[in-house]
Structure formats: C-alpha cells, structure tokens
C-alpha cells in the first residue's frame, strides 16, 4: 500500500490529504503537524489516518512526502529530509507560494535518489488550519509544478496520479517563471492591500465613522489582507527580488496617475480606467478561492438528524444570527464537528455561552 506523509495539517496540507483519499482510498495518509491541536483535529475529521510522533518517524516509511507548511519552515523541513534515511524513489513535493528558493534549498540538501517535485496549487483562503480543509479547495485551479530539470517524467506523471482527486489543472513550469508571475498577480496585490488597510486605519482618528463606512469595494479590494500574516512575511521575504523590481515599476504608475490628476487630464485618466476596465473584463472567471470572512465556532456533536436544529434552535432562543453552518465531514461517522459562521466576533462568543449554557456539548474556536 502506497504510503503518503504530509509534513502540516494546515488548510493545504488537510485538503490535498482530503483530495487524495477520495481518489486514492487504498493510500495510507500519515500526518504531522508541530501543532497538536492540529493533529488531533485532522485524526478526528478522518482527514489522516494516522500520525507520526517526528518528521523521521513518517518521512522513512513514506512512498511520496507533501511538505504544507509555511515556505520558510519548508527549508528547514528539506534540510531535515536531507540528513533522514528515506526510501529510494521517494518522491517529496510542498505547495508554497514561492518556488525558487525552496527548489534551490532541496538541491543541496535532498540526495540525488530523491525526486524533489515543487508545487504550487494556487487556490486558497484567507483562512488558516486543517479545520477548514476542503476536498474541492482546488477543484478548476491551476496546480504549478516546477520539477528539477534532471527529473524523470515518469515521476512526475506519478505525482499527478496521486493529485488527481484535487480536480486541479497541472501546468509545468521553472521556478523563475513561477516566482515572476505570482509575484505579479499574488504577493505584489498583497502588499498593496494590506496598505490601503493601513492607510484607512490611520484617517480613523481623525473620522471615527470611518470603519463602518469602510464596506463594499473597500473590503473587496482588501479581502486578502485578511490571511495569515506568518505565510504571508515568508512569502514576500522569499520573492523579495521580485517583488522590488515590481515596486520600481508600481511607483513609476503611481507617479503616472498622479501627474493626470494634478494636471486634471480628464481624457488621460479616462483611458487610463477604459483600458484597465477591459483588460479586467476580459479575465476568466474562476469559481474558486474567495471565501468571505466568517468568525466560526466548532462544536463536538453525536452525529444524528436532529442535531443542527437542536443548536440552531438554541441560537434561536437568544436571537443570534448565524451566516453558515455545516457538518464537517468524517469518516467515523460517530462524532462530527460543527461548524457555525457568525458575522461577528461579539455574537460568536455569545453562541458559544448559549450553546456551553443549554449543553454539554464541547464549543471551541480555532
Ligand atoms: N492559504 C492559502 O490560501 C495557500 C497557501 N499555500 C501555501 O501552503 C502552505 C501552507 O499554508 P496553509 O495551509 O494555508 O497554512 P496553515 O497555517 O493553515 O497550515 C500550516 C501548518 O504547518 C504547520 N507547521 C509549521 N511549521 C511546521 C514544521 N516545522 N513542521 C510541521 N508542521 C509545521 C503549522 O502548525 C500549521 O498547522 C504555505 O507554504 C503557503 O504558502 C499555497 C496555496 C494557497
Ligand atoms: O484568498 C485568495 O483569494 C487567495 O489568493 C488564496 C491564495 C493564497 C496564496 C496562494 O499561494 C494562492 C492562493
């Protein structure tokens, strides 16, 4: 039987681990995590099949090892594989957002009997951990793979193989190329969102109303500045070449825009939205990846018909307002986990005192 070890049970790690038992039931999914917390919650969703105590105690076994940790964690995850015994043939992939400087590290620290794969499924949330982990998180996306170029291609048939429950589509290319575009249409975007946050929140002093007005195109645009801010440092540390060449040029289209504006061009600046407009416009559509911000709360439930109605029922009681609920799925089918989505901080905290209060249910928050 074909042994997977996936090294964090993150939100990528969960659901790639997800998309290969659908596809693969017969594949042995051993999991690791430096958070417990995480371990147990990806044992208790079915979403692993078992864990491993170390990184050495899953990786020597293993017949493929998914590194979905965050890209400076990687490094130091590969230059740990280097010093292992690990099987002949293994083939190790990770699904970092960067892929030049992970791909640089694995060849010098991964000995050449090991295929070392990088790959990238570029879909996600802003969300964090293995709890919000789903089958079809990259179903329609584009699935990066940069192999070296000594790589047999056989191994990397073998990868997609193993990958082809996430519905994703595989486009090969160098790590170079990779890095120049996600740092075009991914990181360098971020940057700016999270600026133009930080820009409203300094005008809050001086116009209080601001926040709440602060709704619309604003959170739009900013979406993004909502995600994990781990990943995100090591991902901009990882493209910093990248991304300053791209400030270069963002500066000169800002100074651009500014000189309409001071000039009062009319025509210049309308070209300037026209042509953006239809480039925009022109974009493929795509279904996935943007979740909208939730503040989820997690209740340990017995799996039977009636139990959403009982808590809702509760929630009801008290008048709070819920935007989504679900079961996780499981495999055991004994005990689910609940999922319930509020609008707010305040009335997530209010439901878990209503539901601690009428049950005894176990409520946390991740
Ligand atoms: N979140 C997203 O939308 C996307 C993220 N990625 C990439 O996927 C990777 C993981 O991201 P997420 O799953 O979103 O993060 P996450 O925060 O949900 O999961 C990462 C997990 O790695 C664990 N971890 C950290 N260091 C570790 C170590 N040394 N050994 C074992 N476990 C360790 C953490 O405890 C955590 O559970 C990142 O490299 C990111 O660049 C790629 C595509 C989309
Ligand atoms: O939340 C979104 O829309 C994203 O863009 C998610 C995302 C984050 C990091 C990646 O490397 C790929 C996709």
Same mark, same amino acid.
């Given at each position: 039987m074909?042994?997977?070890?996936?090294?964090?049970?993150?939100l990528?790690?969960g659901?790639?681990?997800?998309a290969?038992?659908?596809?693969?039931?017969?594949?042995?999914?051993?999991?690791?995590?430096?958070?417990n917390?995480?371990?147990?919650?990806?044992?208790?969703?079915?979403?692993?099949?078992?864990?491993?105590e170390s990184?050495?105690?899953?990786? +020597?076994?293993?017949?493929?090892?998914?590194?979905s940790?965050?890209?400076?964690q990687?490094?130091?995850?590969?230059?740990f594989?280097?010093?292992?015994s690990l099987?002949?043939?293994?083939?190790?992939?990770?699904?970092?957002?960067?892929?030049k400087?992970?791909v640089?590290?694995?060849?010098?620290?991964?000995?050449k009997?090991?295929?070392?794969?990088?790959?990238?499924?570029?879909?996600?949330s802003?969300?964090?951990?293995v709890?919000?982990?789903?089958?079809?998180l990259?179903?329609?996306?584009?699935?990066?793979?940069?192999?070296g170029?000594?790589e047999?291609?056989e191994?990397?048939?073998?990868?997609?193989?193993?990958?082809?429950?996430?519905?994703?589509?595989?486009?090969?290319m160098?790590?170079e190329?990779?890095d120049?575009i996600?740092?075009?249409?991914?990181?360098f975007p971020h940057?700016?969102?999270?600026?133009?946050v930080?820009?409203?929140?300094?005008?809050e002093?001086?116009?209080?109303?601001?926040?709440?007005?602060a709704?619309?195109?604003?959170?739009?645009?900013?979406?993004?500045?909502?995600?994990?801010?781990?990943?995100?440092?090591?991902?901009?540390?990882?493209?910093?070449?990248?991304?300053?060449?791209?400030?270069?040029?963002?500066?000169?289209?800002?100074?651009?825009?500014?000189?309409?504006? +001071?000039?009062?061009?009319?025509?210049?600046?309308?070209?300037?939205?026209e042509k953006?407009?239809t480039?925009?416009?022109g974009?493929?559509?795509?279904?996935?990846?943007?979740?909208?911000?939730f503040?989820?709360?997690?209740?340990?439930?017995?799996?039977?018909?009636?139990v959403?109605?009982?808590?809702?029922?509760?929630?009801?009681?008290?008048?709070?307002s819920?935007?989504n609920?679900?079961?996780?799925?499981?495999?055991?089918?004994?005990?689910g986990?609940?999922?319930?989505?509020?609008?707010s901080?305040?009335?997530?905290?209010?439901?878990?005192?209503?539901?601690?209060?009428?049950?005894?249910?176990?409520?946390?928050?991740?």
């Amino acid at each position: 039987m074909e042994k997977v070890f996936i090294i964090g049970l993150g939100l990528i790690g969960g659901s790639i681990s997800r998309a290969i038992k659908k596809e693969h039931p017969s594949v042995q999914l051993v999991g690791y995590d430096i958070k417990n917390d995480q371990v147990q919650m990806a044992k208790k969703l079915g979403i692993i099949d078992q864990s491993a105590e170390s990184i050495k105690e899953g990786a +020597e076994s293993a017949d493929v090892i998914i590194i979905s940790t965050p890209v400076e964690q990687t490094l130091n995850v590969l230059t740990f594989l280097g010093e292992l015994s690990l099987k002949e043939g293994v083939i190790i992939t990770d699904v970092g957002s960067t892929k030049k400087k992970i791909v640089d590290h694995a060849s010098f620290s991964l000995p050449k009997t090991v295929t070392f794969i990088g790959g990238h499924p570029m879909a996600g949330s802003h969300k964090s951990g293995v709890a919000a982990a789903k089958t079809h998180l990259f179903e329609n996306a584009f699935y990066i793979l940069t192999p070296g170029s000594n790589e047999r291609p056989e191994k990397i048939e073998q990868l997609k193989k193993l990958l082809k429950g996430t519905k994703a589509q595989f486009i090969v290319m160098t790590p170079e190329e990779h890095d120049s575009i996600t740092g075009v249409i991914s990181h360098f975007p971020h940057l700016i969102a999270a600026s133009l946050v930080h820009q409203a929140e300094k005008k809050e002093e001086m116009f209080p109303i601001i926040k709440r007005l602060a709704a619309g195109g604003f959170r739009d645009i900013t979406r993004i500045a909502s995600s994990n801010p781990v990943m995100w440092r090591d991902i901009i540390v990882h493209n910093h070449d990248v991304l300053i060449k791209l400030f270069d040029e963002w500066i000169q289209e800002m100074k651009q825009i500014k000189q309409f504006i +001071e000039k009062l061009d009319k025509e210049q600046l309308y070209t300037y939205f026209e042509k953006a407009k239809t480039y925009r416009d022109g974009l493929p559509e795509r279904e996935k990846g943007a979740i909208p911000s939730f503040y989820d709360l997690y209740v340990d439930v017995p799996d039977y018909p009636g139990v959403i109605s009982e808590i809702t029922g509760y929630l009801a009681k008290e008048e709070i307002s819920i935007t989504n609920i679900r079961i996780l799925e499981t495999r055991e089918e004994i005990f689910g986990v609940l999922r319930i989505s509020f609008q707010s901080d305040e009335d997530r905290m209010k439901a878990k005192q209503c539901i601690d209060r009428y049950t005894n249910y176990e409520t946390y928050i991740l």
